[in-house]
């Protein structure tokens, strides 16, 4: 079983940056695929982005390709999200989560093929 937490969540003008941070406690973090989702109120949780178990491969949502970047370091068992160009539309809860399986499978980019889930940092970005 995994325990995951987020931290780095705030209030930021649009344009600006944040790094989130998920920390995991447990076994076999780093056999894991990590990813982030977020959900702003009255949607559905969103994909954000993904990472294989080496941090060699990573896959991001359209809307935030070349503005946010993933990484992990398995020796912290940490993950990140570091956030840049930041916009209103950015604003949600951003959760971290942790699924076995491949990182290049297309499923991955759906919230319910994640088995753990931390409790969610709040990212507020003002126009």
């Known amino acids: 079983q995994v325990q995951l937490g987020e931290s780095g969540g705030g209030l930021v003008q649009a344009g600006g940056s944040l790094r989130l941070s998920c920390a995991a406690s447990?076994?076999?973090?780093?056999?894991?695929?990590m990813g982030w989702f977020r959900q702003a109120p009255g949607n559905e949780r969103e994909y954000v982005a993904r990472i294989d178990w080496s941090g060699g491969a990573t896959y991001y949502a359209e809307s935030v390709k070349g503005r946010f970047t993933i990484s992990r370091d398995n020796a912290k068992n940490t993950v990140y999200l570091q956030m840049n160009g930041l916009k209103p539309e950015d604003t949600a809860v951003y959760y971290c989560?942790?699924?076995?399986?491949?990182?290049?499978?297309?499923?991955?980019?759906?919230?319910?093929?994640?088995?753990?889930w931390g409790q969610g940092t709040q990212v507020t970005v003002s126009s």
């Open positions: 989560a942790a699924a076995s399986g491949y990182v290049g499978d297309y499923a991955l980019r759906i919230a319910a093929k994640y088995t753990y």
């Open positions: 447990g076994r076999a973090f780093s056999s894991y695929v």
